[in-house]
């Protein structure tokens, strides 16, 4: 089936503006994450939903930053204001629910600040 | 503190050598996971494997292995007659049920096999 699904696989945007990204995760699974991973460096976590409402936010670096998923399903993580430091690569994650399941990236969407 | 350790950087080896990937973790909780992934240079993160802590036992799958020895909080990862392939990024985490299954990763082992 399909995998998580990651839109735009690009994003160049100059600072101070507004970015949306978005993540569509396997089908049926209810459980999304979204990472960012700086070069060379491993992911590091931001947020974590169950269902439609976040679970875990801790990983969010300052409020400029928010995420949806509204129905449970699609993901959008918002970021505003943005600065140079936020470019990187943004992943996002899917799994089925359960605690023992194992986390399904996507391709990743890249975003350059200049 | 650094949750997941992966000390080596960068790693060349020639075709057919076998190489060992190492990964050390942190822990206080009683049940976790661990995962290994590859991401080549596609971006792509590829799930290999996951184990929990409650199972030791080592792991053979083709030309890949796994050693999980609780000991050491160790979870290392070897690749036998190593191909052009395997040259990708290889990453260790450890998930704690304890925090939402959140996923630590280390900060990834360059491995480039050299034809």
């Known amino acids: 089936g399909a995998g998580v699904s990651q839109t735009p696989s690009n994003k160049v945007t100059e600072k101070g503006k507004y970015v949306e990204l978005r993540c569509d995760p396997i089908?049926?699974?209810?459980?999304l994450y979204w990472y960012r991973q700086s070069l060379g460096q491993g992911p590091e976590f931001l947020i974590y939903?169950?269902?439609?409402?976040?679970?875990?936010d801790s990983g969010l670096p300052n409020d400029r930053f928010f995420a949806v998923r509204p129905e449970g399903s699609v993901s959008t993580l918002k970021i505003q204001r943005t600065e140079r430091g936020d470019s990187a690569v943004y992943l996002c994650?899917?799994?089925?629910?359960?605690?023992?399941?194992?986390?399904?990236f996507g391709p990743g969407t890249r975003l350059t600040v200049l | 503190a650094q949750k997941v350790t992966q000390a080596q950087t960068e790693i060349s080896v020639v075709e057919k050598e076998d190489v060992t990937l190492d990964c050390v973790y942190e822990?206080?909780?009683?049940?976790?996971?661990l995962f290994w992934y590859k991401q080549p240079p596609s971006g792509e993160l590829v799930f290999l494997i996951r184990?929990?802590?409650?199972?030791?036992q080592n792991e053979i799958s083709g030309r890949y292995s796994w050693n999980f020895q609780k000991s050491t909080s160790s979870f290392n990862f070897t690749i036998t007659a190593s191909q052009v392939v395997d040259s990708a990024v290889y990453f260790c985490?450890?998930?704690?049920?304890?925090?939402?299954?959140?996923?630590?990763f280390g900060t990834g082992t360059s491995l480039t096999v050299i034809p």
């Open positions: 994650a899917s799994k089925q629910g359960a605690e023992t399941d194992t986390q399904y």
């Open positions: 089908s049926g699974h209810t459980a």
């Open positions: 939903f169950q269902g439609t409402g976040a679970a875990d």
């Open positions: 822990t206080r909780d009683t049940t976790y996971y």
């Open positions: 184990r929990n802590s409650f199972d030791e």
């Open positions: 985490a450890l998930s704690e049920t304890n925090t939402g299954n959140q996923f630590y």
